[in-house]
């Protein structure tokens, strides 16, 4: 569903066409900086949601064919059933890559201790003689989790989707990312080890908006076919269709957030390094053509230097059309503000998926930011570190929804419980309150209901 990059590779020669949105000298609300600030073209998501909406119903309709038909069409492969073989799971775990094996044991082993800090503890509080209400924190039944594929390959998806969920205590877990023809209709063999490697046995090789539809839904299996249950919750990043599949089916399934196509702002002043600026612009927009990068500076001079650096580095990376078209697109430049005090503005009205802090003092500064997926303080905690090895979660919000949402952790696979327990003589302390309350709201019976449990002879 993603146009391929090398459709509008440019020569390498070519200068990078990275747009300048200059904020300086104005005074704007905070719905003129959303404004302002680079995103992409609302008609895109229009546009993807009619997409989507189609896919959805087809998947309620047609169930398992309607998956078939878009296995053809959008990742060229015939499927009988998308569910993986247990084999096929375990032979790409025996052929991994010991190098890579390694690699995902320190992410998987780095991640689970952050999220094992993350669970929040149950609450107990008397509010009086035998008046106790709780909370206890309970995990969702059954889970969805969307590992991305297309481009490139996310077996860190996997790690980031499934290690929380199992710190949770979540009972089920389905798996899905799309089929490859390079592959046998399978998903990439490192995204299949990834999940043996975490003990996830039901994986589905389905990809985009119709994997959301299935999971929020269900499929009902025919006679003698495995039926794909419905699920409580999904979770995963994925491309613009994805995102928005997620923000449809919500309320139907809980979510984590519209993680969408990749972003990072990066705030930096004129203290910051213009080569480590252009590679950590140029890293994110390696994942997609529509991938944003936007670096806000009150530094012309830094801003100079890393439109060189981009151009020096841009052509001499490996996906070099695929940078190019992401970091020319309108959801990709520099803003320029007039001082540290515009630029946290523009980073709180922007609400990046990731932001950078490179300025001086930069610990200081990520801590006024109040808007963000995940912040990353520091010359040395670039989002590539977030991506794989840092132990944070890279699930996170995008497209300014972060200003309400939080990153993919623990909590998003849990429920909290309220739990009340009074004596009758606890009860019998409030009752008048209630009964003056439910006569104000005109609702007598709910005094009712309590008045009868002290009546004479009850």
């Known amino acids: 569903m993603t146009t391929s990059p090398d459709s509008s590779v440019r020569p390498n020669s070519a200068a990078v066409d990275f747009r300048t949105v200059d904020l300086r000298g104005r005074r704007l609300s905070l719905a003129e900086l959303r404004g302002a600030v680079p995103r992409a073209r609302h008609e895109t998501v229009a546009d993807a949601e009619q997409k989507v909406t189609d896919i ?38 025996d052929g991994l890559d010991p190098a890579v094996r390694s690699a995902l044991e320190e992410s998987i082993s780095r991640a689970r201790r952050f999220a094992d800090g ?31 594929g297309g481009l490139a390959v996310y077996p860190s998806s996997v790690i980031m989707n499934v290690v929380p969920a199992l710190a949770a205590g979540v009972q089920s877990i389905a798996l899905a990312s799309p089929p490859q ?16 490697l975490l003990g996830i046995d039901e994986v589905y090789a389905i990809g985009g908006a119709q994997a959301i539809a299935a999971f929020a839904y269900g499929v ?17 990043p994925g491309n613009i269709f994805v995102a928005t599949a997620k923000r449809l089916v919500k309320g139907v399934v809980g979510i984590d957030s519209e993680a969408g196509t990749t972003e990072i702002a990066i705030l930096a ?20 053509p529509k991938a944003a990068s936007v670096l806000i500076t009150d530094s012309e001079q830094l801003a100079a230097d890393v439109r060189e650096e981009l151009d020096v580095q841009a052509a001499a990376t490996k996906h070099s059309g695929r940078v190019r078209e992401a970091l020319s697109g ?24 990731h932001l950078e802090i490179m300025t001086a003092d930069a610990a200081a500064v990520a801590a006024r930011i109040r808007n963000a997926g995940a912040i990353f303080v520091g010359d040395y905690s670039p989002v590539s570190l ?60 709910h005094g009712d209901a309590v008045t009868a449990r002290f009546r004479a002879g009850r």
């Open 269 to 288: 002043d004129a203290t910051a390094r213009p080569a480590f600026v252009a590679a950590d612009l140029i890293s994110q927009a390696e994942h997609d």
């Open 118 to 148: 993350q669970r929040p503890g149950d609450v107990d509080v008397a509010l009086g003689d035998g008046a106790v209400v709780s909370q206890k924190w309970v995990p969702v039944a059954r889970v969805g989790l969307y590992v991305p």
């Open 386 to 445: 977030g991506d794989y090895c840092a132990g944070s979660n890279h699930v996170l919000p995008t497209s300014g929804t972060a200003a309400f949402s939080s990153g993919l952790n623990v909590t998003t696979f849990l429920r909290a419980i309220q739990v009340i327990n009074y004596t009758e003589s606890a009860l019998e302390q409030v009752s008048g309150h209630i009964v003056s309350l439910a006569g104000a709201e005109d609702l007598p019976a």
């Open 181 to 196: 023809k390079d592959f046998s209709g399978l998903p990439h063999p490192t995204i299949l080890a990834a999940a043996a």
């Open 56 to 93: 959805i119903s087809a998947v309620r309709q047609r169930g398992f064919a309607a998956l078939t038909e878009f296995a053809r069409r959008f990742d060229g492969v015939e499927q009988a059933h998308p569910r993986v073989p247990a084999e096929a799971l375990l032979s790409a775990l």
């Open 220 to 236: 009902p299996g025919a006679e003698g076919e495995t039926a794909l249950e419905p699920v409580d919750v999904v979770t995963g």
């Open 330 to 353: 309108p959801q990709s430049g520099v803003v320029l503000v007039d001082d540290l005090e515009q630029g946290i503005a523009a980073c709180d009205a922007y609400a990046a998926e």
